[in-house]
């Protein structure tokens, strides 16, 4: 089992910066690729950021590619999402994803076998 918390959701103008952490337990950080996914409402959840194991290997969406940057301390088991120039179409509650199975860097949420609760981010325009 792989527990998942993240944090660092809030209510941010646009143009401005947050930084997500998404803290997990429970396995070998390392041995799991992680992924952030986001869902706006009346929307579906869509893929945001991958990153493999190591952390070496990175993979974003179209729509915050050059803004959001994905990163992870397997020392803290914690994996990160920075966003900065946020835009209102940016605003969604924010899910950490971790993939015990072999691969990375998926864009499909169906890849995934544990989420986290989700944190919540609101851009004001």
């Known amino acids: 089992q792989v527990q998942l918390v993240e944090s660092g959701g809030g209510l941010v103008q646009a143009g401005g910066s947050l930084r997500l952490s998404c803290a997990a337990s429970?396995?070998?950080?390392?041995?799991?690729?992680m992924a952030w996914f986001r869902q706006a409402p009346g929307k579906e959840r869509e893929f945001v950021a991958a990153?493999?194991?190591?952390?070496?290997?990175?993979n974003y969406a179209d729509s915050v590619k050059g803004r959001f940057t994905i990163s992870r301390d397997n020392a803290k088991n914690t994996v990160y999402l920075q966003m900065n120039t946020l835009k209102p179409e940016d605003t969604a509650v924010y899910y950490c994803?971790?993939?015990?199975?072999?691969?990375?860097?998926?864009?499909?949420?169906?890849?995934?076998?544990?989420w986290g609760q989700g944190t919540r981010v609101t851009v004001s325009s």
């Open positions: 994803a971790a993939r015990i199975r072999a691969g990375y860097l998926y864009t499909s949420q169906y890849d995934y076998d544990y």
């Open positions: 429970g396995r070998t950080f390392s041995t799991y690729a």
């Open positions: 990153v493999s194991r190591s952390g070496s290997s990175t």
